[in-house]
Protein backbone atom coordinates (compact mmCIF):
# COMPACT_ATOMS: atom_id res chain seq x y z
CA UNK A 1 0.00 0.00 0.00
CA UNK A 2 3.00 2.34 0.45
CA UNK A 3 4.21 4.06 -2.60
CA UNK A 4 7.36 3.59 -3.41
CA UNK A 5 9.08 7.21 -3.89
CA UNK A 6 12.18 7.35 -6.14
CA UNK A 7 13.00 10.39 -4.83
CA UNK A 8 12.33 9.81 -1.23
CA UNK A 9 14.70 11.16 0.90
CA UNK A 10 13.93 8.52 3.72
CA UNK A 11 11.93 5.95 3.63
CA UNK A 12 10.90 3.50 6.43
CA UNK A 13 8.18 0.63 5.20
CA UNK A 14 6.33 -0.40 8.45
CA UNK A 15 7.13 -4.15 7.67
CA UNK A 16 8.58 -6.33 5.03
CA UNK A 17 6.62 -9.03 2.70
CA UNK A 18 9.27 -11.21 3.40
CA UNK A 19 8.07 -11.87 6.79
CA UNK A 20 4.99 -13.87 5.26
CA UNK A 21 7.64 -16.54 4.41
CA UNK A 22 8.62 -17.48 8.63
CA UNK A 23 5.39 -19.48 8.87
CA UNK A 24 5.98 -21.64 5.76
CA UNK A 25 9.86 -22.18 6.85
CA UNK A 26 8.74 -23.42 10.31
CA UNK A 27 6.22 -25.41 9.29
CA UNK A 28 9.09 -26.98 6.12
CA UNK A 29 11.29 -27.68 9.27
CA UNK A 30 8.45 -29.57 11.44
CA UNK A 31 7.87 -31.60 8.06
CA UNK A 32 11.30 -32.42 7.43
CA UNK A 33 11.85 -33.41 11.03
CA UNK A 34 8.55 -35.92 11.13
CA UNK A 35 9.87 -37.34 7.83
CA UNK A 36 13.56 -37.88 9.84
CA UNK A 37 11.92 -39.00 12.97
CA UNK A 38 8.62 -40.49 12.90
CA UNK A 39 6.23 -42.98 11.85
CA UNK A 40 3.40 -40.20 11.48
CA UNK A 41 4.46 -37.30 8.86
CA UNK A 42 1.23 -34.66 8.91
CA UNK A 43 1.08 -33.46 5.66
CA UNK A 44 -2.25 -32.04 5.50
CA UNK A 45 -2.28 -30.46 9.38
CA UNK A 46 1.23 -28.55 8.62
CA UNK A 47 0.26 -27.45 5.35
CA UNK A 48 -3.20 -26.03 7.10
CA UNK A 49 -1.23 -24.65 9.89
CA UNK A 50 0.96 -22.91 6.93
CA UNK A 51 -1.54 -21.22 4.89
CA UNK A 52 -3.05 -20.13 8.70
CA UNK A 53 0.30 -18.27 9.35
CA UNK A 54 0.35 -16.72 6.45
CA UNK A 55 -2.62 -15.27 6.74
CA UNK A 56 -2.56 -13.71 9.93
CA UNK A 57 0.58 -12.52 8.89
CA UNK A 58 -0.61 -10.91 5.66
CA UNK A 59 -2.50 -9.39 8.11
CA UNK A 60 0.06 -7.81 10.48
CA UNK A 61 2.34 -6.32 7.56
CA UNK A 62 -0.55 -5.03 5.47
CA UNK A 63 -1.78 -3.10 8.21
CA UNK A 64 2.29 -2.22 9.13
CA UNK A 65 2.92 -0.77 5.85
CA UNK A 66 -0.35 1.22 5.91
CA UNK A 67 -0.62 2.73 8.65
CA UNK A 68 3.33 2.46 10.75
CA UNK A 69 5.07 3.49 7.28
CA UNK A 70 7.44 6.73 7.12
CA UNK A 71 8.36 8.74 3.59
CA UNK A 72 9.55 11.82 3.54
CA UNK A 73 9.89 13.61 -0.05
CA UNK A 74 11.14 17.60 -0.29
CA UNK A 75 7.89 18.49 -0.36
CA UNK A 76 6.27 16.45 2.17
CA UNK A 77 6.71 14.02 5.15
CA UNK A 78 3.86 10.94 5.28
CA UNK A 79 3.80 9.18 8.78
CA UNK A 80 1.02 6.26 8.26
CA UNK A 81 -1.29 7.68 6.67
CA UNK A 82 -1.77 11.29 7.22
CA UNK A 83 0.68 13.43 5.40
CA UNK A 84 2.03 16.88 6.54
CA UNK A 85 3.45 19.41 3.83
CA UNK A 86 7.23 20.23 4.48
CA UNK A 87 6.35 23.73 3.92
CA UNK A 88 3.84 23.77 7.37
CA UNK A 89 6.70 23.11 9.41
CA UNK A 90 8.96 25.56 11.11
CA UNK A 91 11.07 23.68 13.65
CA UNK A 92 12.73 20.29 13.51
CA UNK A 93 13.45 20.41 17.51
CA UNK A 94 16.84 18.25 18.11
CA UNK A 95 16.48 14.95 20.52
CA UNK A 96 15.95 15.25 24.00
CA UNK A 97 18.81 14.71 26.11
CA UNK A 98 18.73 12.31 28.92
CA UNK A 99 21.14 12.31 31.90
CA UNK A 100 21.09 10.66 34.89
CA UNK A 101 19.39 13.12 36.83
CA UNK A 102 16.13 14.35 36.85
CA UNK A 103 14.48 14.37 33.64
CA UNK A 104 11.66 17.03 32.60
CA UNK A 105 9.46 16.53 29.33
CA UNK A 106 9.73 18.87 26.83
CA UNK A 107 6.31 20.00 25.86
CA UNK A 108 6.95 18.58 22.11
CA UNK A 109 6.99 14.94 23.69
CA UNK A 110 3.30 15.39 25.06
CA UNK A 111 2.02 16.67 21.84
CA UNK A 112 -0.36 15.11 19.29
CA UNK A 113 1.33 11.68 17.94
CA UNK A 114 1.29 12.38 13.51
CA UNK A 115 -0.07 9.88 11.93
CA UNK A 116 -3.86 8.88 13.07
CA UNK A 117 -2.21 6.69 15.97
CA UNK A 118 -2.67 7.46 20.19
CA UNK A 119 0.99 7.09 20.66
CA UNK A 120 4.37 6.46 18.99
CA UNK A 121 4.56 3.26 17.75
CA UNK A 122 6.58 0.57 19.14
CA UNK A 123 10.30 0.34 18.56
CA UNK A 124 9.92 4.07 17.39
CA UNK A 125 10.93 7.23 18.78
CA UNK A 126 9.39 10.71 18.73
CA UNK A 127 10.62 13.66 17.30
CA UNK A 128 9.43 17.11 17.84
CA UNK A 129 8.07 19.46 15.25
CA UNK A 130 6.84 22.83 15.30
CA UNK A 131 4.39 23.93 12.78
CA UNK A 132 3.65 27.10 10.77
CA UNK A 133 0.71 28.13 13.23
CA UNK A 134 2.50 27.61 16.63
CA UNK A 135 0.95 24.23 17.02
CA UNK A 136 3.11 20.71 18.27
CA UNK A 137 3.54 17.51 17.23
CA UNK A 138 5.41 14.63 17.36
CA UNK A 139 6.80 13.14 13.92
CA UNK A 140 8.41 9.30 14.89
CA UNK A 141 10.93 6.46 13.49
CA UNK A 142 12.84 3.68 13.93
CA UNK A 143 15.86 5.43 12.97
CA UNK A 144 14.72 8.77 14.28
CA UNK A 145 18.11 10.29 13.97
CA UNK A 146 17.83 9.29 10.19
CA UNK A 147 14.75 11.23 9.61
CA UNK A 148 15.69 14.15 12.13
CA UNK A 149 18.97 14.82 9.87
CA UNK A 150 16.36 15.03 6.51
CA UNK A 151 14.26 16.87 7.92
CA UNK A 152 16.49 19.30 9.33
CA UNK A 153 17.80 19.49 5.68
CA UNK A 154 14.42 19.65 4.06
CA UNK A 155 12.91 22.19 6.75
CA UNK A 156 16.23 24.41 6.16
CA UNK A 157 16.26 23.99 2.18
CA UNK A 158 12.48 25.18 2.37
CA UNK A 159 13.48 28.37 3.92
Known sequence: MTD???????EEPGARWRSLLWGPVFCA??????MLTGPVVHWVALAVVAVVLTGF????VSAARRHVSVALTATELRQGTERLSIADI??????????????????WETAR???????I?????GIGLRLVGGG?????AKDDDGLREALEEVVVSDR
Open 121 to 125: PRRRH
Open 136 to 140: LVQAW
Open 113 to 119: VLGELTG
Open 4 to 10: SNDDALF
Open 57 to 60: TYVQ
Open 29 to 34: AVLVFE
Open 90 to 107: AVVFPAPEYSAGEYEPKK
